[in-house]
T-cell receptor
Framework: EPEVTQTPSHQVTQMGQEVILRCVPI?????FYWYRQILGQKVEFLVS????????KSEIFDDQFSVERPDGSNFTLKIRSTKLEDSAMYFC????????????FGPGTRLLVL | AQKITQTQPGMFVQEKEAVTLDCTYD???????LFWYKQPSSGEMIFLIY??????QNATEGRYSLNFQKARKSANLVISASQLGDSAMYFC????????????FGTGTSLTVIP
């Protein structure tokens, strides 16, 4: 069964460093998303991406964040200058359509900023 | 106001018993979808079940069923015949037709199945 994959599974970085989190969505899906989950808290929406552009973003997704689909399979989240409070689990998700279609989540990348 | 409310931070259930996890939602849209995800201790988010706002029948997927009460804006998850592997966090989520593609998640319920 097709699934969303994410790399790396864990990332440790120093405050102020740039990190890139990678995702491979399900191949026939057209909508892509990033969410984050701070330890012990609920999952929060960051951004959605469709047709090679951001379709929606939350207030969390400020100028230090960016997303890209550099080729036909990868979908990346870049954090330009990490802060301690960026430590969280980051989930990539994809869906076949927008609206109320089910989103399928990847296994997550656990980011720790020291 | 919270879009999704899960009032049970933790629940215990005896193995082989049924358990209901509560979820209420808030939306003014007529068209929306309700979802339940399971998050085991390993961290991944596993899709369990979906209910569309126009679906007249309650959704069922194996041992999972969704008790959808539209007038009360509730979408409770029922797990029948609990198994030890059901121990996990469970998140209720909603997407609205008219207000974008994001999921709104609740704070989750931690379910522990007791042998």
């Amino acid at each position: 069964e097709p699934e969303v994959t994410q790399t790396p599974s864990h990332q440790v970085t120093q405050m102020g460093q740039e990190v890139i989190l990678r995702c491979v969505p399900i191949s026939n899906h057209l909508y892509f998303y990033w969410y984050r989950q701070i330890l012990g808290q609920k999952v929060e929406f960051l951004v959605s991406f469709y047709n090679n552009e951001i379709s929606e973003k939350s207030e969390i997704f400020d100028d230090q964040f960016s997303v890209e689909r550099p080729d036909g399979s990868n979908f990346t989240l870049k954090i330009r200058s990490t802060k301690l409070e960026d430590s969280a689990m980051y989930f990539c998700a994809s869906s076949e359509g927008g609206s109320v279609e089910t989103q399928y989540f990847g296994p997550g990348t656990r980011l720790l900023v020291l | 106001a919270q879009k999704i409310t899960q009032t049970q931070p933790g629940m215990f259930v005896q193995e082989k018993e049924a358990v209901t996890l509560d979820c209420t939602y808030d939306t003014s849209d007529q068209s929306y979808g309700l979802f339940w995800y399971k998050q085991p201790s390993s961290g991944e988010m596993i899709f369990l079940i979906y209910q569309g706002s126009y679906d007249e029948q309650n959704a069922t997927e194996g041992r999972y069923s969704l008790n959808f009460q539209k007038a009360r804006k509730s979408a409770n998850l029922v797990i029948s015949a609990s198994q030890l592997g059901d121990s996990a966090m469970y998140f209720c989520a909603m997407r609205e037709w008219n207000t974008g593609n994001q999921f709104y998640f609740g704070t989750g319920t931690s379910l522990t199945v007791i042998p």
